[in-house]
Protein backbone atom coordinates (compact mmCIF):
# COMPACT_ATOMS: atom_id res chain seq x y z
CA UNK A 1 0.00 0.00 0.00
CA UNK A 2 1.55 3.43 -0.73
CA UNK A 3 2.54 5.58 2.08
CA UNK A 4 2.46 8.95 -0.38
CA UNK A 5 0.51 11.92 1.46
CA UNK A 6 -2.58 12.64 0.11
CA UNK A 7 -2.89 15.71 -1.73
CA UNK A 8 -4.06 19.18 -0.27
CA UNK A 9 -6.92 21.15 -1.85
CA UNK A 10 -6.13 24.45 0.11
CA UNK A 11 -3.15 25.76 1.71
CA UNK A 12 -5.17 26.60 5.20
CA UNK A 13 -4.38 23.31 7.71
CA UNK A 14 -6.77 21.72 7.50
CA UNK A 15 -9.22 20.10 10.54
CA UNK A 16 -6.70 16.88 10.55
CA UNK A 17 -3.98 19.54 10.37
CA UNK A 18 -4.87 21.45 13.35
CA UNK A 19 -6.53 24.02 11.55
CA UNK A 20 -10.03 25.65 12.27
CA UNK A 21 -13.17 24.71 11.07
CA UNK A 22 -14.92 27.87 11.74
CA UNK A 23 -14.22 31.48 12.41
CA UNK A 24 -12.96 33.54 14.50
CA UNK A 25 -16.06 35.10 15.75
CA UNK A 26 -17.59 31.73 16.35
CA UNK A 27 -14.50 30.09 17.87
CA UNK A 28 -14.90 33.79 20.76
CA UNK A 29 -18.33 33.15 21.19
CA UNK A 30 -17.96 29.72 22.37
CA UNK A 31 -14.95 30.38 24.17
CA UNK A 32 -17.09 33.47 26.09
CA UNK A 33 -20.12 30.69 26.39
CA UNK A 34 -17.95 27.58 28.24
CA UNK A 35 -16.58 29.89 30.82
CA UNK A 36 -20.27 31.23 31.68
CA UNK A 37 -21.63 27.78 31.61
CA UNK A 38 -19.26 26.36 33.40
CA UNK A 39 -18.98 28.76 36.54
CA UNK A 40 -22.76 29.80 36.26
CA UNK A 41 -24.95 27.31 35.09
CA UNK A 42 -22.91 23.43 34.96
CA UNK A 43 -23.14 22.93 39.02
CA UNK A 44 -27.02 24.36 39.15
CA UNK A 45 -29.69 21.69 40.63
CA UNK A 46 -32.77 20.90 38.62
CA UNK A 47 -34.55 23.39 39.84
CA UNK A 48 -32.80 26.26 38.99
CA UNK A 49 -34.00 26.15 35.27
CA UNK A 50 -35.28 29.35 34.75
CA UNK A 51 -31.30 30.67 35.39
CA UNK A 52 -30.23 27.86 32.56
CA UNK A 53 -33.10 29.16 30.36
CA UNK A 54 -32.09 33.14 30.84
CA UNK A 55 -28.35 32.33 30.30
CA UNK A 56 -29.17 30.34 26.81
CA UNK A 57 -31.32 32.99 26.16
CA UNK A 58 -28.47 35.70 26.04
CA UNK A 59 -26.22 33.78 24.04
CA UNK A 60 -29.06 33.25 21.06
CA UNK A 61 -31.04 30.21 22.13
CA UNK A 62 -34.61 30.02 21.68
CA UNK A 63 -36.08 28.75 24.30
CA UNK A 64 -39.74 27.93 25.39
CA UNK A 65 -41.87 28.18 27.80
CA UNK A 66 -40.37 25.86 31.06
CA UNK A 67 -37.76 24.28 28.36
CA UNK A 68 -34.50 23.16 30.22
CA UNK A 69 -31.15 22.11 29.43
CA UNK A 70 -29.43 20.01 33.11
CA UNK A 71 -26.41 21.80 34.10
CA UNK A 72 -24.28 18.81 33.30
CA UNK A 73 -24.97 18.58 29.99
CA UNK A 74 -23.23 20.33 27.51
CA UNK A 75 -24.27 22.79 24.04
CA UNK A 76 -21.62 23.78 21.46
CA UNK A 77 -23.15 26.68 20.59
CA UNK A 78 -26.82 28.60 22.32
CA UNK A 79 -27.76 30.56 18.64
CA UNK A 80 -27.89 26.89 17.14
CA UNK A 81 -30.42 25.61 19.62
CA UNK A 82 -34.00 25.80 19.32
CA UNK A 83 -36.00 24.10 22.54
CA UNK A 84 -39.80 24.34 22.44
CA UNK A 85 -42.26 24.33 25.48
CA UNK A 86 -41.63 21.90 27.98
CA UNK A 87 -38.59 20.50 25.77
CA UNK A 88 -36.02 18.79 28.28
CA UNK A 89 -32.50 18.03 27.57
CA UNK A 90 -31.49 15.94 30.54
CA UNK A 91 -28.21 15.21 32.61
CA UNK A 92 -24.84 14.61 30.84
CA UNK A 93 -26.20 15.34 27.44
CA UNK A 94 -23.65 16.23 24.50
CA UNK A 95 -25.64 18.60 22.48
CA UNK A 96 -22.87 19.02 19.48
CA UNK A 97 -25.27 21.80 17.58
CA UNK A 98 -22.35 22.78 14.51
CA UNK A 99 -25.36 23.15 12.63
CA UNK A 100 -29.07 23.78 14.50
CA UNK A 101 -30.92 21.16 16.61
CA UNK A 102 -34.52 21.69 17.03
CA UNK A 103 -36.46 20.22 19.91
CA UNK A 104 -40.17 20.11 19.50
CA UNK A 105 -43.30 20.48 22.60
CA UNK A 106 -42.16 18.09 25.42
CA UNK A 107 -39.52 16.44 23.40
CA UNK A 108 -37.28 14.51 25.77
CA UNK A 109 -33.53 13.60 25.71
CA UNK A 110 -31.91 11.70 28.27
CA UNK A 111 -28.79 11.35 30.04
CA UNK A 112 -25.90 10.73 28.44
CA UNK A 113 -27.16 11.18 24.64
CA UNK A 114 -25.09 12.48 22.16
CA UNK A 115 -26.96 14.29 19.41
CA UNK A 116 -24.18 14.75 16.76
CA UNK A 117 -24.82 17.50 13.98
CA UNK A 118 -20.93 17.66 12.32
CA UNK A 119 -19.31 15.30 10.32
CA UNK A 120 -16.53 15.73 7.90
CA UNK A 121 -16.31 14.72 4.24
CA UNK A 122 -14.26 11.46 4.27
CA UNK A 123 -13.76 11.39 0.50
CA UNK A 124 -11.85 14.71 0.25
CA UNK A 125 -8.48 15.22 1.17
CA UNK A 126 -8.81 18.28 3.31
CA UNK A 127 -11.35 16.60 5.72
CA UNK A 128 -13.72 19.35 5.52
CA UNK A 129 -16.50 19.90 8.28
CA UNK A 130 -20.13 19.19 7.03
CA UNK A 131 -22.61 20.43 9.62
CA UNK A 132 -26.29 18.88 9.69
CA UNK A 133 -29.35 20.19 11.71
CA UNK A 134 -31.05 17.45 13.81
CA UNK A 135 -34.72 17.93 13.80
CA UNK A 136 -36.00 15.92 17.82
CA UNK A 137 -40.29 15.57 17.15
CA UNK A 138 -42.69 17.01 19.49
CA UNK A 139 -43.03 13.92 22.58
CA UNK A 140 -40.09 11.92 21.17
CA UNK A 141 -37.93 10.33 24.01
CA UNK A 142 -34.21 9.92 23.02
CA UNK A 143 -33.11 7.31 25.61
CA UNK A 144 -30.07 7.20 28.00
CA UNK A 145 -26.75 7.19 25.77
CA UNK A 146 -28.72 7.07 22.35
CA UNK A 147 -26.56 8.91 19.39
CA UNK A 148 -28.25 11.61 17.17
CA UNK A 149 -26.09 11.55 13.89
CA UNK A 150 -26.11 14.60 11.63
CA UNK A 151 -29.18 15.35 9.57
CA UNK A 152 -31.34 13.04 11.27
CA UNK A 153 -34.95 13.71 11.96
CA UNK A 154 -36.46 12.11 14.97
CA UNK A 155 -40.26 11.94 14.31
CA UNK A 156 -42.69 13.47 16.62
CA UNK A 157 -43.81 10.94 19.26
CA UNK A 158 -40.73 8.81 18.43
CA UNK A 159 -39.01 6.58 20.86
CA UNK A 160 -35.39 6.32 20.50
CA UNK A 161 -34.25 2.92 22.87
CA UNK A 162 -31.16 3.58 24.95
CA UNK A 163 -28.06 2.80 23.32
CA UNK A 164 -29.24 3.14 19.91
CA UNK A 165 -27.70 4.92 17.20
CA UNK A 166 -30.24 6.88 14.65
CA UNK A 167 -29.30 8.26 11.18
CA UNK A 168 -31.88 9.75 8.95
CA UNK A 169 -35.68 9.62 9.69
CA UNK A 170 -37.36 7.80 11.82
CA UNK A 171 -41.03 7.69 11.56
CA UNK A 172 -43.54 9.17 14.01
CA UNK A 173 -44.44 7.54 16.27
CA UNK A 174 -42.19 4.65 15.73
CA UNK A 175 -40.60 2.70 18.29
CA UNK A 176 -36.28 2.28 17.54
CA UNK A 177 -33.96 0.34 18.74
CA UNK A 178 -30.38 -0.63 18.12
CA UNK A 179 -27.52 -0.14 16.01
CA UNK A 180 -28.50 1.16 13.17
CA UNK A 181 -31.89 1.98 15.16
CA UNK A 182 -34.23 -0.12 13.48
CA UNK A 183 -38.43 0.37 13.95
CA UNK A 184 -39.59 -2.51 16.72
CA UNK A 185 -42.89 -1.38 17.14
CA UNK A 186 -45.33 1.20 17.17
CA UNK A 187 -46.06 3.38 20.29
CA UNK A 188 -49.76 3.73 22.01
CA UNK A 189 -50.05 6.68 23.41
CA UNK A 190 -53.04 7.05 26.37
CA UNK A 191 -53.68 9.61 28.18
CA UNK A 192 -52.87 8.79 31.79
CA UNK A 193 -55.74 6.25 33.33
CA UNK A 194 -57.71 6.26 30.20
CA UNK A 195 -56.55 2.72 29.02
CA UNK A 196 -57.34 4.58 25.44
CA UNK A 197 -55.34 6.11 22.73
CA UNK A 198 -55.49 9.54 23.49
C1 LIG B 1 -37.00 1.48 23.64
C2 LIG B 1 -37.76 1.07 24.89
C3 LIG B 1 -38.57 2.24 25.45
C4 LIG B 1 -38.71 -0.03 24.41
O1 LIG B 1 -39.46 -0.46 25.50
P1 LIG B 1 -40.59 -1.62 25.26
O2 LIG B 1 -41.61 -1.17 24.32
O3 LIG B 1 -41.00 -2.08 26.58
O4 LIG B 1 -39.76 -2.69 24.44
P2 LIG B 1 -39.65 -4.22 24.67
O5 LIG B 1 -38.95 -4.45 25.96
O6 LIG B 1 -40.98 -4.82 24.44
O7 LIG B 1 -38.65 -4.63 23.49
C5 LIG B 1 -39.04 -4.83 22.17
C6 LIG B 1 -37.88 -5.45 21.45
O8 LIG B 1 -36.86 -4.45 21.24
C7 LIG B 1 -35.65 -4.82 21.92
N1 LIG B 1 -35.13 -3.61 22.55
C8 LIG B 1 -35.83 -2.76 23.34
N2 LIG B 1 -35.06 -1.74 23.71
C9 LIG B 1 -33.87 -1.95 23.15
C10 LIG B 1 -32.67 -1.21 23.17
N3 LIG B 1 -32.56 -0.05 23.80
N4 LIG B 1 -31.65 -1.70 22.44
C11 LIG B 1 -31.75 -2.86 21.75
N5 LIG B 1 -32.87 -3.59 21.71
C12 LIG B 1 -33.91 -3.14 22.41
C13 LIG B 1 -36.07 -5.86 22.95
O9 LIG B 1 -35.01 -6.72 23.25
C14 LIG B 1 -37.19 -6.55 22.24
O10 LIG B 1 -36.66 -7.44 21.30
P3 LIG B 1 -37.37 -8.88 21.03
O11 LIG B 1 -38.72 -8.53 20.47
O12 LIG B 1 -36.46 -9.54 20.06
O13 LIG B 1 -37.46 -9.53 22.36
C15 LIG B 1 -36.83 0.57 26.02
O14 LIG B 1 -36.31 -0.69 25.72
C16 LIG B 1 -35.66 1.52 26.28
O15 LIG B 1 -34.62 1.53 25.59
N6 LIG B 1 -35.86 2.36 27.32
C17 LIG B 1 -34.95 3.42 27.64
C18 LIG B 1 -34.33 3.26 29.02
C19 LIG B 1 -33.67 4.54 29.42
O16 LIG B 1 -33.03 5.20 28.64
N7 LIG B 1 -33.87 4.91 30.66
C20 LIG B 1 -33.45 6.21 31.13
C21 LIG B 1 -34.60 6.86 31.85
S1 LIG B 1 -34.38 8.60 32.00
Not at 7 to 21: A, E, I, L, V, Y
Not at 91 to 113: D, F, H, M, W
Not at 172 to 177: C, M, P, R, T
Request: aromatic share 8%.
Amino acid sequence: MSTAPLPTTSKTPSPQDGGPSFGLRNRLVRLVWGVVWLLLASWTPAPLHPWRRALLRLFGARMGHRADVRGSSRVWLPSHLVMADHALIGPKVTCYNQAPITLGERALVSQGAHLCAGTHDIDRADFPLVAKPIVIGAHAWVAAEAFVGPGAVIGEGCVLGARAVAFGRLDDWGVYAGNPARRVRERRWRSPGSGAPA
